[in-house]
């Protein structure tokens, strides 16, 4: 008789391929692996017939590239969504994504279990239990890495006893997680967080040092807050993404270097490479600093920090979120335009901008011939704008001994300079 399945999240590694095997042993379960390419830069075909290899019944392998570009990545830059104010999110934008289609294949073939590699300390476990839990309660969580709690040692002998392939090539000494937003890179040496990561830690950024002696420029054209066009030529996202990552990643552009607080309670460090999506935030943003009107500017910063929690914490499938999108798309309404970014040592540069729904206006900025700004009403406007300071001061501060009488604070009042 068949047994249940059980669809696992299958990257082609040591764990997922030792997890085939386990959860056939420990919970009975036939294996169907499922892998997609996020533009993380492998083989997902080679991946697959590796599954199949190492005992898998079924496996899939998809190409959702433009999903992940058209539904994660890009609104999270129409959102600003910087974790802390510099992770861009490459690793937790591709977990719900993964997790969807995980559930989707779980119901066309009638699976009763999901199975992911994530440990127990991490934020991704949190991200697809939370995105299954969601959207398809009913389905049994297996996470053998979180319940085998192995040494690597006992990992390898599992391994070999049941002839599981291990790559010949010594293992990465860091943990890495990458798609067309980034390449996460975390432990190692890297867990001292005096320790400058080596050189060995970058695989998409050449050292600023090496990089061109000679800046490039790109300019990048957006539509209401999408990126669209990259040096005057239109392509789709995935195109453009994958182009500016070579660009940028060639002048050292994208590298981050994070203490991060997981959602688990840890502070870790964390390396991050993401070349097209530093510049795509920079660029976006003065895009918007051009069309925004400065409340709606400033107000967009609430939400920008409020979206990437929720990104970061794994409640992509929220009401919350929904209701940000909304304030976003229509908040992004008017961000249509071009940013020229200067890519030199390291540096992203904006160096000019442009926008037909610019609020930059010649005729109110200029000092020159044509100004319709009206000085006089200046004047007015200041009076009242200090009027609360100026009370103050009179009433209070500048009233002399007796009136500011609180020593025991620092003085926000210089002394007069001491004369020789
Ligand atoms: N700290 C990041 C996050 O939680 C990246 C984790 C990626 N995983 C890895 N194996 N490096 O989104």
């Given at each position: 008789?068949?047994?249940?399945?059980?669809?696992?999240a299958?990257?082609?590694?040591?764990?997922?391929s030792?997890?085939?095997k386990?959860?056939?042993e420990t919970?009975?379960?036939?294996?169907?692996?499922?892998?997609?390419?996020?533009?993380q830069?492998?083989?997902?075909?080679?991946?697959?017939?590796?599954?199949?290899?190492?005992?898998?019944?079924?496996?899939?392998a998809?190409?959702?590239?433009?999903?992940?570009?058209?539904?994660?990545?890009?609104?999270?830059?129409?959102?600003?969504?910087?974790?802390?104010?510099?992770?861009?999110?490459?690793?937790?934008?591709?977990?719900?994504?993964?997790?969807?289609l995980?559930?989707?294949?779980?119901?066309?073939?009638g699976?009763?279990?999901?199975?992911?590699?994530?440990?127990?300390?991490?934020?991704d476990?949190?991200?697809?239990?939370?995105?299954?839990?969601?959207l398809?309660p009913?389905?049994?969580i297996?996470?053998?890495?979180?319940?085998?709690k192995?040494?690597?040692?006992?990992?390898?002998?599992?391994a070999a006893?049941?002839?599981?392939?291990?790559?010949?090539?010594?293992?990465?000494?860091?943990?890495?997680?990458q798609n067309l937003?980034?390449r996460?890179i975390?432990?190692?040496i890297l867990?001292d967080?005096?320790v400058e990561?080596?050189?060995?830690t970058?695989?998409?950024?050449?050292?600023?040092?090496?990089?061109?002696?000679?800046?490039?420029?790109v300019?990048?054209?957006?539509d209401?807050?999408?990126?669209?066009?990259?040096?005057?030529?239109?392509?789709?996202?995935?195109?453009?993404?994958?182009?500016?990552?070579?660009?940028?990643?060639?002048h050292?552009?994208?590298?981050?270097?994070?203490?991060?607080?997981?959602l688990?309670?840890?502070k870790?460090r964390?390396?991050?490479?993401?070349p097209?999506?530093?510049?795509?935030?920079?660029?976006h943003?003065?895009?918007?600093f051009?069309?925004l009107?400065?409340?709606?500017?400033?107000?967009k910063?609430?939400?920008?920090q409020?979206?990437?929690?929720?990104?970061y914490?794994?409640?992509?499938f929220?009401?919350?979120?929904?209701?940000?999108m909304?304030?976003?798309?229509s908040?992004q309404?008017?961000?249509?335009?071009?940013?020229r970014?200067?890519?030199?040592?390291?540096?992203?540069?904006?160096v000019?901008?442009?926008?037909?729904?610019?609020l930059?206006?010649?005729?109110?900025?200029?000092?020159?011939?044509?100004?319709?700004?009206?000085?006089?009403?200046?004047?007015?406007?200041?009076?009242?704008h200090g009027?609360s300071?100026?009370?103050?001061?009179k009433?209070q501060?500048?009233?002399g001994p007796g009136?500011a009488?609180?020593?025991?604070?620092?003085?926000i009042?210089?002394?007069a300079?001491?004369?020789?």
């Open positions: 008789m068949a047994r249940d399945k059980v669809v696992l299958y990257s082609g590694g040591l764990d997922t030792v997890a085939v386990w959860i056939n919970y009975g379960l036939d294996v169907i692996a499922y892998t997609c390419d996020l533009g830069g492998q083989d997902i075909q080679a991946i697959r017939d590796k599954a199949l290899r190492t005992g898998a019944v079924e496996a899939i998809e190409d959702v590239r433009n999903l992940f570009v058209d539904y994660f990545a890009f609104p999270s830059l129409m959102a600003g969504a910087l974790y802390e104010g510099k992770y861009p999110l490459a690793t937790a934008l591709g977990r719900p994504l993964i997790a969807q995980m559930v989707r294949v779980a119901k066309e073939y699976a009763v279990a999901v199975a992911h590699g994530c440990t127990g300390k991490g934020n476990q949190v991200r697809f239990d939370v995105t299954f839990q969601t398809a009913e389905l049994k297996i996470a053998p890495v979180r319940e085998w192995w040494t690597r040692t006992q990992e390898l002998e599992y006893k049941h002839g599981i392939e291990v790559e010949a090539t010594k293992k990465s000494i860091f943990s890495t997680d937003w980034g996460s975390e432990a190692g867990e967080p005096w990561p080596p050189p060995e970058f695989q998409w950024t050449v050292d600023p040092r090496n990089a061109p002696n000679e800046p490039e420029e300019e990048i054209v957006f209401r807050g999408r990126p669209v066009a990259l040096n005057g030529t239109d392509m789709d996202g995935t195109t453009l993404i994958e182009e500016l990552n070579k660009i940028a990643g060639k050292g552009v994208g590298r981050i270097d994070h203490i991060e607080n997981r688990v309670g840890i870790s964390e390396i991050y490479e993401a097209a999506a530093i510049v795509l935030h920079e660029a943003r003065e895009v918007e051009l069309t009107a400065k409340n709606a500017l400033r107000f910063t609430l939400v920008s409020e979206y990437a929690d929720l990104i914490n794994g409640l992509w929220s009401s919350l979120h929904q209701d940000l909304a304030f976003v798309v908040n309404q008017y961000v249509s335009g071009t940013a970014v200067k890519l030199f040592k390291g540096h992203a540069m904006i000019g901008r442009k926008s037909e729904h610019s930059y206006r010649h005729e109110l900025a200029t000092y020159e011939e044509g100004d319709q700004y009206d000085s006089s009403a200046a004047q007015g406007f200041i009076k009242i009027l300071q100026t009370t103050q001061a009433h501060m500048l009233k009136g009488g609180r020593p025991e604070l620092p003085s009042i210089p002394p300079p001491e004369s020789k």
